[in-house]
């Protein structure tokens, strides 16, 4: 019976192995975006350190002062992996990447190969670029496998690397893992927001506090803030409804810190396939079990929220620290004849543009003859931050520039010069008239007025129009309204007519 077993066994494991190797060389799985830091992290666990990574990094880096210390280094690695006379072919491929790189940057279109547990299956020169050029994250594609590859500190010391090289690459090695690491994102909710002071204090007994911030929001930017810290996340978007509607008897602030956890102890999540610090899961445990008696009417998780992983945590960063200089997209486009519209809005910034509204999008209508020119400035300044995906999207009337983290909208900018639903000459007339505002150009207020009777006319599930309508009656034009839109405020408002 015991022979039977062991056969069947080795029978699984051979089925499984070729289903593997099946799913890598077709190179099926799923697609995600994470960070350098939580990937290079995923592979140097268990003295297991994927020291390969760092011999590609010091030949790019020694290549860039212009010494070929660091591909002696590579060729002696690739001619010991793989025979003699290979790393010829190798050199010169590598080169080859590294003179793209130098060209072009990074290529979103490129995926690096990783399995179940994101240990490197294939990639590693593309990862040693990333470390080398700066980029804080990378694409990677999932396959559900076990794909261990060997080349921990032992391969290299079988493989009669010199005690210098070794020290050389194990130094490296763990200064790379410094340099990357970033703190994890905490954020204090507003109901705990008064007890802030208590938690960062038990907070730094797990790690050391690098920062501590406090943000306040008018009640529709808050909200705004909170939807877009848990967009990154698997939560559902009922659970975060029902978090806001605990947290809207409290004051719309917040506490943001940085915590450095020296060790995330990472465990891939089942949902996600991501990784996640058990660190952090420990953290936000014994925090909410200490203050939710002294939250009145608690709902799980508005005390304290941590991103998963770096990746997440940088994000929450951006959220809160609103790290796209927009005003200077503002100096681009006061180049041109434009204005923004719909700033009136819960969630604009006070402050805006010095200020944007993370995950959401700022409307600007224009000429038709400068529409070109002014999306391809545009694009141009999303394109400088390189760490986000940038997606162009062409309209009947315009155009829409993304900017993602992943797939994650960070900030859109939507140009149009032409409005559906309103007649042509709509937009050419409101430019005539359009109003500076605070270094920038709104339209005329009862162009926007008109405006904003399309915008609610067109989807009536955002509220927020219905309530400017009402709120600025006043300036309604119904003869200029006439020329442009067929209806009035009030058939609008009439619930359950148009």
């Not at 697609?31 to 010091?58: G, M």
């Not at 660091?70 to 060729?75: D, I, P, V």
């Not at 509220?463 to 609008?492: F, N, R, W």
């Amino acid at each position: 019976m015991g022979k039977i077993k062991k056969a069947v066994r080795r029978v699984e494991r051979s089925v499984k192995r070729r289903r593997e190797n099946h799913l890598i060389r077709k190179e099926k799985g799923r697609k995600a975006e994470v960070s350098i830091a939580d990937l290079l992290s995923c592979n140097s666990k268990n003295a297991t350190f994927r020291y390969d990574i760092v011999v590609r990094y010091l030949a790019v880096s020694e290549f860039h002062k212009g010494s070929d210390r660091g591909f002696l280094l590579y060729e002696k690695m690739q001619d010991r992996r793989m025979g003699d006379g290979f790393s010829k072919g190798a050199v010169k491929r590598f080169k080859a990447l590294i003179r793209s790189y130098d060209e072009k940057g990074y290529d979103r279109d490129s995926y690096i190969l990783v399995d179940r547990n994101l240990g490197l299956i294939d990639g590693s020169h593309r990862m040693a670029m990333a470390l080398y050029y700066g980029y804080q994250n990378i694409n990677v594609l999932i396959v559900d496998s076990d794909h261990p590859v060997e080349y921990s500190i032992d391969w290299f010391v079988e493989n009669g690397f010199t005690t210098e090289e070794i020290r050389w690459i194990v130094e490296t090695g763990a200064e790379l893992l410094r340099r990357v690491q970033v703190p994890f994102s905490c954020v204090i909710w507003a109901p705990a927001a008064d007890l802030a002071d208590r938690i960062v204090e038990d907070l730094s007994f797990f790690g050391t506090v690098t920062s501590v911030k406090r943000y306040d929001y008018a009640p529709g930017e808050y909200q705004s803030i909170v939807r877009a810290v848990y967009s990154i996340d698997d939560i559902e978007k009922w659970k975060i409804e029902k978090k806001l509607s605990y947290m809207k008897n409290y004051k719309p602030s917040l506490v943001a810190v940085d915590l450095t956890i020296p060790d995330p102890a990472y465990r891939i999540k089942a949902a996600t396939g991501l990784p996640l610090s058990t660190v952090g899961e420990r953290i936000k445990r014994a925090i909410r079990s200490k203050y939710k008696k002294e939250i009145k009417e608690y709902f799980f998780d508005i005390i304290l929220h941590i991103g998963d992983n770096m990746y997440q945590s940088e994000y929450m960063r951006d959220v809160f620290e609103n790290r796209i200089d927009f005003p200077k997209a503002v100096e681009i486009l006061n180049k041109y004849t434009y204005a923004f519209v719909k700033t009136d809005v819960p969630y604009m910034p006070k402050d805006f543009p010095n200020r944007i509204p993370v995950g959401k999008d700022a409307d600007i209508l224009c000429k038709k003859e400068d529409a070109d020119a002014l999306v391809r400035e545009m694009e141009a300044f999303c394109r400088q931050y390189r760490n986000y995906n940038v997606i162009t999207i062409p309209e009947a009337a315009g155009t829409r520039i993304r900017m993602q983290w992943g797939k994650v909208l960070v900030y859109q900018v939507d140009i149009s010069y032409a409005v559906s639903g309103l007649a042509d000459g709509f937009v050419p007339d409101a430019l005539e008239s359009r109003q500076s505002k605070n270094g920038y150009y709104i339209l005329d207020p009862r162009f926007e007025y008109i405006l904003r009777m399309q915008a609610y006319q067109k989807k009536k599930t955002k509220q927020h129009h219905k309530v400017y309508l009402k709120e600025h009656m006043a300036e309604y034009d119904a003869a200029l309204a006439g020329k442009y839109i067929s209806c009035t405020p009030e058939s609008l408002l009439e619930d359950g007519k148009s």
